[in-house]
C-alpha cells in the first residue's frame, strides 16, 4: 500500500510524494448532519439534512536522509524530510486542493484540502508529524436571481394602532428587542406611512405601525453560523472523552461552550482533547499530556496574550476555535 499526495507547487507545476514511512492506522471521520425541528406535540425532532464532511488523519515520521536504505521505505528515493513538509506546507497556508490517493483501499482518490498539520525534529533528525485532511468540495452558484421563498416568512395584519414592532417581535420571536428584524423586513411600507402622516403634521416614532397593514415576518430561525471544522473536531473529542454530549455540527454553540468549561487539559490529563490541543500547540497527538505538551500549551498561551500556565481551559481553547 501506497500513500501519495499530488498538487501544483508556487511554481504551479504538478508534483506528487509518496509518503516514505507509512502510518500504523489511518482514522477515517464521516457523519450524518441533521435539522432539529421544534414540532407542536411532538417536540424536538431531528430529521436528515444532508452529510458533513469527510475527514482522514494519521500520525507518522518524515525519517532522515541518513536512512535512506531501510528496505520498508516507500516511493523510491527517499527525500530530505523539508522537502515532503515544504510541499505539505505550501499546500495547507495557500488552501490548494491536493489528491490524495491510498493504494488498495477505498479511499484511492479523492480530492481533499489540508486542514492541519503539525511536525517537530527528533534527535536523531526524523520529523514526527501529524496530518488532517478534509474533503474538498466546489460550491456551484446559480447566478440566475431568484424571488426570495416565502417558506420560511409568515404575514401578519395589525389590529390596533397601538400595536407596536416590539408586541409582534415578541409574539413571533419571544423576544421584544428583536424588533428590527420584522422592521428592516417591512422598511419601504413603514417608512411610506410615517412619512405622510409628518407632513400632515403629526409627531410619530420611525418604527409606528397603523391598523390594517399587513407586515412580512422574517423567519425566527437565526442566521446560519460559519461552520469551524477546529469546532467540529473540538465536538468529536468532547463527546469521545464523555465530558458532554454535544452535537457535532462545527458550530460554536451555547452547549458546546458549556462543555468546554468542564475542559481542564493539564500535566497528567489523557483523552481525545488532549490530542486537539496537542495538535493546536504542534507536539505529538498520543493524548496523554506530558511535559512537552505542557511546553507547547505555553508557548501557544504566550502568543496569544493568554494567563501562561500551561493548562488548557476554556480561555485557551475557545482561541483556538479561531
Same mark, same amino acid.
Given at each position: ?148 421563498? %416565502? =417558506?420560511?416568512? +409568515?404575514?401578519? $395584519?395589525?389590529?390596533?394602532? !397601538?400595536?407596536? @414592532? ?6 413571533? #420571536? ?116 506530558? %511535559? =512537552?505538551?505542557? +511546553?507547547?500549551? $505555553?508557548?501557544?498561551?504566550? !502568543?496569544?496574550? @493568554? ?6 481551559? #476554556? ?8
Amino acid at each position: 500500500m501506497d500513500i501519495k499526495l499530488s498538487g501544483v507547487n508556487k511554481n504551479n507545476q504538478n508534483v506528487t510524494i509518496t509518503i516514505p514511512l507509512l502510518p500504523e492506522e489511518i482514522s477515517y471521520s464521516s457523519t450524518a448532519r441533521f435539522q432539529e425541528y421544534e414540532i407542536l406535540d411532538l417536540g424536538e425532532v431531528k430529521l436528515p439534512r444532508g452529510r458533513n464532511l469527510n475527514t482522514y488523519s494519521w500520525d507518522a515520521a518524515f525519517p532522515s536522509i541518513n536512512r535512506e536504505n531501510l528496505s520498508f521505505l516507500h516511493g523510491g528515493k527517499l527525500q530530505k524530510p523539508e522537502v515532503y513538509i515544504n510541499h505539505i506546507e505550501y499546500w495547507k497556508n495557500n488552501q490548494k486542493k491536493v489528491n490524495l490517493m491510498i493504494q488498495s483501499t477505498a479511499f484511492n482518490q479523492r480530492t481533499v484540502y489540508i486542514e492541519e498539520f503539525s511536525y517537530r525534529m527528533t534527535s536523531i533528525g526524523d520529523y514526527q508529524y501529524s496530518i488532517s485532511l478534509v474533503d474538498a468540495v466546489d460550491l456551484i452558484l446559480n447566478k440566475q436571481k431568484k424571488r426570495a421563498s %416565502s =417558506k420560511n416568512t +409568515k404575514k401578519y $395584519k395589525v389590529k390596533s394602532n !397601538k400595536e407596536t @414592532l416590539r408586541d409582534i417581535a415578541k409574539r413571533f #420571536y419571544g423576544d421584544g428587542s428583536k424588533y428590527n428584524r420584522i422592521y428592516n423586513a417591512n422598511k419601504s411600507l413603514i417608512d411610506k406611512r410615517n412619512k405622510a402622516e409628518k407632513k400632515k403634521g403629526r409627531k410619530v416614532s420611525k418604527y409606528k405601525i397603523y391598523k390594517g397593514q399587513v407586515l412580512t415576518i422574517p423567519s425566527a430561525s437565526k442566521t446560519t453560523s460559519k461552520k469551524n471544522s477546529s469546532v467540529l473536531a473540538l465536538q468529536k473529542a468532547i463527546n469521545k472523552d464523555k465530558y458532554a454530549k454535544v452535537s457535532e455540527t462545527g458550530i460554536l454553540d451555547s452547549k458546546t461552550k458549556v462543555a468546554m468549561k468542564k475542559v481542564l487539559i493539564k500535566n497528567g490529563k489523557r483523552g481525545e482533547v488532549v490530542k486537539f490541543v496537542q495538535g493546536k500547540v504542534g507536539v505529538t497527538k498520543d493524548g496523554i499530556c506530558g %511535559s =512537552k505538551t505542557v +511546553k507547547g500549551i $505555553k508557548s501557544y498561551q504566550r !502568543k496569544h496574550g @493568554l494567563k501562561v500556565d500551561g493548562i488548557a481551559g #476554556y480561555n485557551t481553547l475557545m482561541k483556538m476555535m479561531k
